[in-house]
């Protein structure tokens, strides 16, 4: 896993913690993905954000996710795409976010 890639994951936490403490919440988890899909949209990639549901997400079930959870989670459902298609996708939803 690159530098790149955990360096773009944060970025996408940062994102998705809309009031910045640290945690994710369930809204904040499903909002942003709605906020992501229509940025993707906007920008004419198509296709949908898709997360793990949070209670994956959430491995210790605090009720929020961390940015290790939300790490791992990531790194979970996406570790069998090869690592240019991981950095791709995370350019593509960074660049949208921006
Ligand atoms: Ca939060």
Redesign the pocket.
């Known amino acids: 896993m690159s530098a790149d890639i955990d360096e773009s994951l944060t970025k996408l936490f940062q994102f998705y ?9 369930k809204s ?1 988890k499903l909002e942003a993905d709605k906020r992501i899909t229509g940025l993707l949209k906007e920008a004419g990639q198509g296709g949908s954000m898709r997360t793990e549901k949070f209670d994956s997400m959430d491995a210790d079930a605090s009720g ?1 996710v961390s940015l290790d959870e939300f790490v791992a989670s990531w790194k979970a459902k996406y570790s069998a795409y090869p690592p240019e298609m991981q950095t791709r996708m995370l350019g593509v939803l960074t660049e949208v976010i921006a």
């Open positions: 913690d809309t009031n910045g403490d640290g945690t994710l919440t904040e929020g």
